[in-house]
C-alpha cells in the first residue's frame, strides 16, 4: 500500500481489451420493463437468508485448522521480497499458483498484464564511515539501483536539491497544498496543485542526478523518510520515496548513478558534521543485478467453479497484491492479504463446498508502482476507458488524467464483487462501502454474527491506496476491510521491519474467516451484489465547472477592459 495507488483509483488507460462491447443499456438507461433491468441496479431483499451453519463450518475449519501461517513463512521467509520484475516476484508467482493448485483449486495460472521494466535485485549493500570515526551505518539500495562494482570510497559532500544554484529554483506561484491525515487532498483542484508540486520535486531530483553524474560522484545516499506518527525510529523505509526518478524501472528512466537509502539517524549524524565542517570519508558496497530490460508483470489467478446452472458463469473474487518492496520480506505489504485470501478459498475448498456462483482468487503484481497489476486484469477482462476528446500532454501522469467514455466487456456484467485486504496484519473490524449505499444493509447483516469476533463496522467511506479502486473505477463493486492498524503506518510498511515477526497468527485466522464467509454469501445471493450509478468520467469536467453568471455586480473580462 503506497501514496500512488492512493492516486490510482482511475488510472485505467485506453488499451483495447478483447470482446469489448457497448455499455449495457440497463447499465445507463432506463429499461422499459422491470424484468430486464440486472439484479445488481434493482431492488434488494430486505432480509439476507444466512445459513448459520455454513458460518459454523467455516469458524471451526478457519479457526482450527488454519494453514495461514504455514502460507505466511513459506512466502515471506522461504522466498523473501519481492519486487515486481524481480527473479523473487517470478518464484512467488510460481508458487502461489502451485499451492493453489495443490489445495484444490481449479484452472490455477498466471496472466500476463504487459511490460513491467527491468527486472532488479539487491545482492548486498553496505556503508561505513572510514573517517573521522569508523563506525558502520544502515543503507540499503534504492530500487533499480546500479552496483558500485565494488566497495568505493570518496569525501562526502551534501546538496540541497531545492537550494543549489545549478538547478531550477523556481517555485510555482501557488502554496503546496497540505495533505489530509493519511491521504493527498480530497478536492479535485488541490489535488491537481499537490501532484504538481511533486512532479516538480520530482523533476530537480532527475536534474540533480544528471548534474551528478556528469560530476562524476560515486554514489548517493538519501536519507530514509520517517514512519507515521514518528514511529520510525531505527527503520529503513526503501520504496517509492526513495526513487531519484520517476518510474524508475523503465530503462530510458534508469538512475545511473548507485544509490542507496539510509537511517534517518545515521543520516542526520553525517549532514550535522558536514555542516559543523567536519570532513567526512564513507566507503560505499552496492551490490545489484539486472535480470532484462523488459520484463513482464504477472498475476496468479485460481478459482472454485460455480454448480448453480443459471448462476455458475458469475464471479465472486477474492485479493490482494503479492508484490513488496525490498528492505523487508514485505510480510505485512502484503504478504499478509495474499495468505489471508489463500487460506479463505483454502477453507472453502476443505469444507468440500458447492458455491453458486464462481469464486475466484487473484493475487496482484505491481501494485506498489500503481495498481498496474489489478488495472491489467480489469481492463482485459472488464473494460477500458476511451481517450478524452482532448487529450491530455505526456507529462500529466496517467492517475490525473481525464477519461472518456467506459466501455464495457461481457465478463463486466458477469462479476458480483471483489473483496481485498491491505492494511497490514491487524484483525478484520468491518468493511468499507464505497459509498456504496445499497450494499450496508446486506453487509450490517452479514456481521451481526461476527460481532463476537470483533467485526461490527460499516463504513460508507471511500477509503484509497489499494486493488479494490481497479473495479471501482470501472463500477464493479470492490471492497476494502477495515483493520486494526496495529504498528503498520508506523514501522512496517514499506520498511526493514516488515518481517513475519510482525504477523499476528490469530489477527490472521479471524480475517481469513471473515472473508470466506464474505465470498460464500456473495456466491449463494439469488441477487448480484448492488452496483454504484455507471461511471461517466467523461461528464467529469462539466460537472465540477462553476456556474456562470451567479456573482453579484460581476463585469466579464471583456467588458471590463
Same mark, same amino acid.
Request: one cysteine or more; hydrophobic letters at 35%; a negative charge.
Given at each position: 500500500?503506497?501514496?500512488?495507488?492512493?492516486?490510482?483509483?482511475?488510472?485505467?488507460?485506453?488499451?483495447?481489451?478483447?470482446?469489448?462491447?457497448?455499455?449495457?443499456?440497463?447499465?445507463?438507461?432506463?429499461?422499459?420493463?422491470?424484468?430486464?433491468?440486472?439484479?445488481?441496479?434493482?431492488?434488494?431483499?430486505?432480509?439476507?437468508?444466512?445459513?448459520?451453519?455454513? #458460518?459454523?463450518?467455516?469458524?471451526?475449519?478457519?479457526?482450527?485448522?488454519?494453514?495461514?501461517?504455514?502460507?505466511?513463512?513459506?512466502?515471506?521467509?522461504?522466498?523473501?521480497?519481492?519486487?515486481?520484475?524481480?527473479?523473487?516476484? /517470478?518464484? /512467488?508467482?510460481?508458487?502461489?499458483?502451485?499451492?493453489?493448485?495443490?489445495?484444490?483449486?481449479?484452472?490455477?495460472?498466471?496472466?500476463?498484464?504487459?511490460?513491467?521494466? &527491468?527486472?532488479?535485485? !539487491?545482492?548486498? @549493500?553496505?556503508?561505513?564511515?572510514? =573517517?573521522?570515526?569508523?563506525?558502520?551505518?544502515?543503507? !540499503?539500495?534504492?530500487?533499480?539501483?546500479?552496483?558500485?562494482?565494488?566497495?568505493?570510497? %570518496?569525501?562526502?559532500?551534501?546538496?540541497?536539491?531545492?537550494?543549489?544554484?545549478?538547478?531550477?529554483?523556481?517555485?510555482? =506561484?501557488?502554496?503546496?497544498?497540505?495533505?489530509?491525515?493519511?491521504?493527498?487532498?480530497?478536492?479535485?483542484?488541490? &489535488?491537481?496543485?499537490?501532484?504538481?508540486?511533486?512532479?516538480?520535486?520530482?523533476?530537480?531530483?532527475?536534474?540533480?542526478?544528471?548534474? &551528478?553524474?556528469?560530476?562524476?560522484?560515486?554514489?548517493?545516499?538519501?536519507?530514509?523518510?520517517? %514512519?507515521?506518527?514518528?514511529?520510525?525510529?531505527?527503520?529503513?523505509?526503501?520504496?517509492?520515496?526513495?526513487?531519484?526518478?520517476?518510474?524508475?524501472?523503465?530503462?530510458?528512466?534508469?538512475?545511473?548513478?548507485?544509490?542507496?537509502?539510509?537511517?534517518?539517524?545515521? #543520516?542526520?549524524?553525517?549532514?550535522?558534521?558536514?555542516?559543523?565542517?567536519?570532513?567526512?570519508?564513507?566507503?560505499?558496497?552496492?551490490?545489484?543485478?539486472? @535480470? %532484462?530490460?523488459?520484463?513482464?508483470?504477472?498475476?496468479?489467478?485460481?478459482?472454485?467453479?460455480?454448480?448453480?446452472?443459471?448462476?455458475?458463469?458469475?464471479?465472486?473474487?477474492?485479493?490482494?497484491?503479492? $508484490?513488496?518492496?525490498?528492505?523487508?520480506?514485505?510480510?505485512?505489504?502484503?504478504?499478509?492479504?495474499?495468505?489471508?485470501?489463500?487460506?479463505?478459498?483454502?477453507?472453502?475448498? /476443505?469444507?468440500?463446498?458447492?458455491?453458486?456462483?464462481?469464486?475466484?482468487?487473484?493475487?496482484?503484481?505491481?501494485?506498489?508502482?500503481?495498481?498496474?497489476?489489478?488495472?491489467?486484469?480489469?481492463?482485459?477482462?472488464?473494460?477500458?476507458?476511451?481517450?478524452?476528446?482532448?487529450?491530455?500532454?505526456? =507529462?500529466?501522469?496517467?492517475?490525473?488524467?481525464?477519461?472518456?467514455?467506459?466501455?464495457?466487456? *461481457?465478463?463486466?456484467?458477469?462479476?458480483?464483487?471483489? #473483496?481485498?485486504?491491505?492494511?497490514?496484519?491487524? *484483525?478484520?473490524?468491518?468493511?468499507?462501502?464505497?459509498?456504496?449505499?445499497?450494499?450496508?444493509?446486506?453487509?450490517?447483516?452479514? +456481521?451481526?454474527?461476527?460481532?463476537?469476533?470483533?467485526?461490527?463496522?460499516?463504513?460508507?467511506?471511500?477509503?484509497?491506496?489499494?486493488?479494490?479502486?481497479?473495479?471501482?473505477?470501472?463500477?464493479?463493486?470492490?471492497? !476494502?476491510?477495515? !483493520?486494526?492498524?496495529? $504498528?503498520?503506518?508506523?514501522?512496517?510498511?514499506?520498511?526493514?521491519?516488515?518481517?513475519?515477526?510482525?504477523?499476528?497468527?490469530?489477527?490472521?485466522?479471524?480475517?481469513?474467516?471473515?472473508?470466506?464467509?464474505?465470498?460464500?454469501?456473495?456466491?449463494?445471493?439469488?441477487?448480484?451484489?448492488?452496483?454504484?450509478?455507471?461511471?461517466?468520467?467523461?461528464?467529469?469536467?462539466?460537472?465540477?465547472?462553476? +456556474?456562470?453568471?451567479?456573482?453579484?455586480?460581476?463585469?466579464?473580462?471583456?467588458?471590463?477592459?
Amino acid at each position: 500500500m503506497s501514496f500512488a495507488r492512493t492516486l490510482a483509483r482511475l488510472s485505467l488507460g485506453s488499451a483495447v481489451a478483447a470482446c469489448l462491447v457497448s455499455p449495457s443499456l440497463a447499465a445507463d438507461k432506463k429499461a422499459d420493463k422491470a424484468a430486464e433491468v440486472p439484479s445488481y441496479y434493482g431492488p434488494q431483499p430486505a432480509q439476507e437468508n444466512l445459513d448459520l451453519t455454513m #458460518y459454523a463450518r467455516i469458524r471451526q475449519e478457519g479457526l482450527q485448522h488454519s494453514h495461514v501461517m504455514q502460507f505466511g513463512e513459506a512466502l515471506n521467509d522461504g522466498i523473501g521480497p519481492r519486487l515486481t520484475g524481480s527473479p523473487n516476484m /517470478a518464484k /512467488a508467482n510460481a508458487w502461489t499458483r502451485d499451492t493453489l493448485t495443490a489445495i484444490g483449486l481449479e484452472n490455477a495460472h498466471l496472466e500476463d498484464w504487459g511490460e513491467f521494466g &527491468m527486472g532488479w535485485q !539487491q545482492i548486498n @549493500t553496505w556503508v561505513r564511515m572510514v =573517517s573521522p570515526d569508523p563506525e558502520p551505518l544502515w543503507a !540499503q539500495a534504492a530500487p533499480w539501483s546500479p552496483a558500485t562494482n565494488g566497495p568505493v570510497t %570518496g569525501e562526502v559532500v551534501q546538496v540541497d536539491i531545492q537550494s543549489t544554484a545549478d538547478l531550477d529554483k523556481e517555485m510555482e =506561484s501557488y502554496p503546496t497544498p497540505t495533505p489530509r491525515p493519511g491521504g493527498p487532498p480530497s478536492n479535485p483542484d488541490e &489535488m491537481r496543485k499537490y501532484i504538481a508540486e511533486r512532479m516538480r520535486l520530482t523533476q530537480l531530483k532527475t536534474d540533480a542526478v544528471k548534474m &551528478m553524474a556528469t560530476e562524476g560522484v560515486a554514489a548517493i545516499i538519501t536519507p530514509s523518510r520517517d %514512519g507515521g506518527n514518528g514511529g520510525g525510529t531505527g527503520i529503513i523505509f526503501d520504496d517509492n520515496g526513495a526513487d531519484l526518478a520517476r518510474d524508475a524501472q523503465k530503462k530510458d528512466n534508469a538512475v545511473t548513478v548507485p544509490n542507496a537509502v539510509m537511517m534517518i539517524e545515521h #543520516y542526520n549524524r553525517l549532514v550535522r558534521m558536514l555542516q559543523n565542517h567536519a570532513p567526512v570519508t564513507l566507503e560505499v558496497n552496492i551490490e545489484t543485478k539486472f @535480470t %532484462g530490460d523488459h520484463e513482464h508483470g504477472f498475476d496468479t489467478v485460481a478459482e472454485i467453479s460455480g454448480t448453480d446452472p443459471k448462476l455458475k458463469d458469475q464471479v465472486v473474487m477474492v485479493g490482494g497484491h503479492l $508484490d513488496s518492496w525490498i528492505s523487508g520480506t514485505g510480510a505485512t505489504d502484503n504478504g499478509a492479504g495474499s495468505i489471508v485470501a489463500m487460506e479463505a478459498v483454502r477453507i472453502l475448498k /476443505a469444507l468440500n463446498v458447492k458455491p453458486k456462483r464462481t469464486i475466484r482468487i487473484a493475487l496482484w503484481s505491481g501494485e506498489e508502482q500503481g495498481l498496474f497489476g489489478s488495472q491489467g486484469y480489469v481492463k482485459q477482462h472488464f473494460g477500458t476507458f476511451a481517450e478524452p476528446k482532448t487529450p491530455e500532454p505526456a =507529462s500529466v501522469p496517467s492517475f490525473m488524467r481525464q477519461h472518456g467514455p467506459l466501455t464495457t466487456t *461481457k465478463e463486466w456484467e458477469t462479476l458480483d464483487a471483489y #473483496y481485498n485486504l491491505d492494511n497490514g496484519t491487524g *484483525k478484520v473490524r468491518g468493511v468499507y462501502t464505497q459509498e456504496n449505499w445499497a450494499i450496508g444493509p446486506i453487509f450490517k447483516q452479514w +456481521i451481526e454474527p461476527l460481532k463476537d469476533l470483533g467485526v461490527t463496522t460499516i463504513s460508507y467511506r471511500n477509503t484509497g491506496g489499494t486493488d479494490h479502486l481497479s473495479y471501482d473505477a470501472v463500477g464493479l463493486p470492490g471492497f !476494502q476491510f477495515i !483493520q486494526d492498524p496495529m $504498528d503498520y503506518e508506523t514501522r512496517t510498511h514499506h520498511s526493514d521491519m516488515d518481517t513475519v515477526d510482525r504477523l499476528h497468527p490469530l489477527d490472521l485466522e479471524q480475517a481469513a474467516v471473515v472473508e470466506a464467509i464474505f465470498l460464500w454469501n456473495t456466491s449463494q445471493r439469488d441477487e448480484m451484489m448492488p452496483r454504484k450509478p455507471f461511471p461517466h468520467p467523461e461528464d467529469e469536467q462539466k460537472l465540477r465547472a462553476p +456556474i456562470p453568471g451567479i456573482y453579484p455586480n460581476a463585469v466579464a473580462p471583456s467588458e471590463s477592459k
